[in-house]
Structure formats: structure tokens, C-alpha cells
């Protein structure tokens, strides 16, 4: 795989490239998708609540829309660089294709610190990223949706600026938004739940009881949080370590996530939760569990620590939390990836329903989304898995196959190469 990239772009360019060489993948295809197809830096001025006028640094990447409109979240953080959303933007390809849904993949982001501005501010900027890029979006061309630090309130915001600019409403532009304008049912927490029906498949194939189960969550977000409850709730599982970007708890009786949940939003964190041990983020991720969830950020899982992880499971609910130098030494020592483009696609699969009831004006209930959910990411899961099996590549290599074949079949039934 070459030289060892230096930044997210080239790991995800990285991970490309060694599924074209499995597969033959047509030079001209190859180089078409190794970068954006799109990529808008804006700068937004922000009215802030003390009356000065500050200026953010935005980003909006369209990777590829050979299959449909671009489609990915918009982060808020305050570390964000353009590397990172081209990195995102390309995995968003390869997440709506290995689901096989009709959306491309796009990503977005500006650099800020959410935690730190008032909702008014939030307001003016979220206002203000929808007027630097609205004319490149909309819900034929691209339609974004939450990722890291924005949520329902922020889409909807978003949205009313989008149909005031357009003089008409149009709820298509973007998903995640609140129920009560044009959301959907499910969508909250379609992340982790998506991602369960990948666990509960990968647990079949290896023979894990997922009721007797062990499970460390690292990162206690959207994602995290509803992993944890689902597992627990409806599977369970013994949920034994929790982290967020503060640190981690552990207790091998196991924890009650409602519970840490309720303390985290009390506290700010789940750290120093009673009758649970303090541990660091670097410490959960090598506890001996069944399942692990890297649920957070990037690069969590790397050369240094990879050869540590006990796991039997690694269900990645983040986006890229492993290297590609992790990749080959978790597959070397047994341990069993769901890579993040399967493991996640949930959200995506359900921001998909929801795009089709906002453009229908129709709405369904919960357990049709719940129903129609399940039988993706069992389809996608399994034929993951058979190109993995038929191979013999590593879980993350087959969805590559699966993915980027599916994508370059459409560019050249368009005539793109
Ligand atoms: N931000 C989520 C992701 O990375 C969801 C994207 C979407 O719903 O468009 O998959």
C-alpha cells in the first residue's frame, strides 16, 4: 500500500487503491474516484452574540454522484481540516453503495467550537453555511445531513434557509431533521441500530452469544449512546466500559447505559460514575470484551495499539477509526472487523427514507423503518461477508470490492470513462 499516509485523504486514497488492485479496477475509473469530484471552502461571517462579527472557515466536498445525489452529515469542530472532509466525502461514496441506495457521497464541516457558542450564534451560522453553499445543494444535487456536534435543531435551521432562499419549501435538502418539520421516525438513532443488525449477523457467522456478550463503547455520542441501550435493551449484552472524549468508566458486572447516560447529562461526561472505575480512552480500548465500538473520532485504532485489543468484534461506528497499518494486524490476529462504511450506514440508509417521505409528503411509522433497515444491512452485511469469504481478504478490503464495483458500473453505463 505504499508509503504510510500522511493525513485522512491519503489513507482513505490508500484504501482505494488496494481494493483497485484486487479487482482491475480501469485506470481512468481509478483516478476519477481517488479524488472529489467538488470540493467549496467558504468563509462565513457570524453576527456573534457581543456584537462583533467573527469570520468561520467552512467546507462543503462532493466526492462522486454517479449513483445520485451527493449525500453526507455536516460536522461542527473545532479541529476540522479539508483533509478530513475529503476523507469523509469519499467513505460517503462507498457507504451508500455498499448499502446500495441511489445517493453519492458528500461531506461537510466548519471549524468551530459548538460547545462554546450560544444557540442564537449557532443559529446565524448554521443560516450562514446554507447561504455560501446553497447553490450547489438541493435535494437533486446534494443533500446534507448531521455528522460530529450538529444535530436536528441545526438541520432544521438549515432547511428554512434553504427554502427561503429557493422562495419555496423544500424539506428534500436535507435529513435529520426535527419529526415535526419532516423528519422521520427512526432516524435518531438509525446509526447505531444499522449498525446492531451488523453485529447481530457478525455474531451469527463467529458463534458469539450476543445475551452473554461483553461490550466496551468508546466515544458516548449519538452513535455510542444508542449502541449501548440497544445492545443492553433489547439483545442483553453486558455493556462493561463507556468512554467520551473526558476519559472512560469500567466494571466488569457490567453498567446500566441509561443510566451513564443520565450521568453524562448531569456532568458533562460519563467519568466518575459510581460504582465504576475511572479509565482512560487509550485503557477501554484494550479491555478484554466480545465486542468493541470505536464510536467517536478518527485514527483511534493504529499500529501502536492494535496488537493490545482482546476483542473478538471491532464494530466500527465512527467514521475511519482504524489505519490501514491497524487494518492488517487486527486481520492477522483473528480479530473480526464490521468496517465503518458497513457498520454505520444506518444513519445514511435512514436519511435515504427520510428523503423519499420528505419528497412524497408521506410519512411511515417506525416499524416499517425499523423493518426496511434490517433487511438492508442484512443483505449488505452478507454480501460483504461472501466477497470476503470467496477472496479471502479482510472484511474492509471486501467492502471496498463491493462498493467501488458498484460504483464504476454506473460511471461506465454513464459514460464517464
Ligand atoms: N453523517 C452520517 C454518516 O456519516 C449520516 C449521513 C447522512 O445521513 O447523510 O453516515
Redesign the pocket.
Known sequence: MGNKPSNLFEMAQAQLDGAASIFNLEPGIHAILREPMRELHIYIPVKMDDGQTRVFKGFRVQHNNACGPF???I?FHPEETIYVVKA?AT??TW?CAVVNIP?GGG?GGVICNPKEMSSCELERLSRGYIDAIWEFIGPDRD??????YTNPQIMGWMMDEYSKLRGQYTPGVI??KPLAIGGSLG?GDA?ARGGVYTIIEAASHLGVDLSSATVAIQGYGNAGSNAALILYDTLGSKIVAISDSKGGIYNKQGLDPHRVLQHKIETGSVINFPQAENISNAELLEVGVDILCPSGLETVITETNAGNIKAKIVAELA?GPTTPEADEILFSSGIFVIPD?LC??G??T???FEWVQSLNRYYWDESEIHQRLGKIMKKAFQAVLAESLERKINMRLAAYVVAVARVAETMRLRGWA
Open positions: 449525500k453526507g452529515g460536522r469523509l467513505w460517503m457507504k445517493l461531506k443533500i446534507p445531513a448531521p455528522d460530529v435529513t435529520g432516524r446509526t467514521n462504511f454505520n450506514a444513519g445514511v435512514v436519511s435515504y
